[in-house]
Antibody
Framework: QVQLVESGGGVVQPGRSLRLSCAAS????????MHWVRQAPGKGLEWVAG????????YYLDSGKGRFTISRDNSKNTLYLQMYSLRADDTAVYYC???????????????WGQGTLVTVSS | QSVLTQPPSVTGAPGQRVTISCTGS?????????VHWYQHLPGTAPRLLIY???NRPSGVPDRFSGSKSGTSASLAITGLQVEDEADYYC???????????FGGGTKLTVL
């Protein structure tokens, strides 16, 4: 069965960096696009970034452009989100999610992880 | 403000039917992009409920159905059950923003 397990969350000071990981299993990771989605406390879901199966096509939320980098290591079945210059409004549970296709534009997110909490606070 | 607009809450009694609307614009739903729906219980992984406007993944009961018309979409739940109490989100793609967009979410209460 498909499993997505996020890790790397924690408490970080404003302006610092953090790298999230998402370990995938139960499917051929290298054949599918992947996403990061977040949920701030008391708020709804917000799409953060998407990446095609081969890592070549990357898409970001405007507030993440220049601060967030999505990447993948298909040899390790792992998706990453490197976050720089973190701000208080980046505080959220971050979920990784799978696309049912090689790309990520306009696709549903058919499987999700349980999420990892990132708290940006001094 | 979310790009897709959903009612903050809906309420229904067990056995009843409820609908949740999702209103977009000419750059997303109205442009022909598909709408997908998710069920989310706090502290758990969101679950894909409806994809491509009106299709159910395997394992999703046929009590859940979706529709789309013009710049809007709807999720209908019939035969409400207590375990349906959750947050529901619509999602589509926006060509002006060049990214995925979610609705603000609707909290379903089953009284």
């Amino acid at each position: 069965q498909v499993q997505l397990v996020e890790s790397g969350g924690g408490v970080v000071q404003p302006g610092r960096s953090l790298r999230l990981s998402c370990a995938a299993s139960g499917f051929t990771f290298s054949n599918y696009g992947m996403h990061w989605v977040r949920q701030a406390p008391g708020k709804g879901l917000e799409w953060v970034a998407g990446l095609s199966y081969d890592g070549k096509n990357k898409y970001y939320l405007d507030s993440g452009k220049g601060r967030f980098t999505i990447s993948r290591d298909n040899s390790k079945n792992t998706l990453y989100l490197q976050m720089y210059s973190l701000r208080a409004d980046d505080t959220a549970v971050y979920y990784c999610a799978k696309s049912p296709f090689v790309g990520v534009g306009g696709t549903p997110l058919d499987y999700w992880g349980q999420g990892t909490l990132v708290t940006v606070s001094s | 403000q979310s790009v897709l607009t959903q009612p903050p809450s809906v309420t229904g009694a067990p056995g009843q039917r409820v609908t949740i609307s999702c209103t977009g614009s000419s750059s997303n739903i109205g442009a022909g992009y598909d709408v997908h729906w998710y069920q989310h219980l706090p502290g758990t992984a969101p679950r894909l409920l409806i994809y491509d406007n009106n299709n159910r993944p395997s394992g999703v009961p046929d009590r859940f159905s979706g529709s789309k018309s013009g710049t809007s979409a709807s999720l209908a739940i019939t035969g409400l059950q207590v375990e349906d109490e959750a947050d529901y989100y619509c999602q589509s793609y926006d060509s002006s923003l060049s990214r995925e967009v979610f609705g603000g979410g609707t909290k379903l209460t089953v009284l």
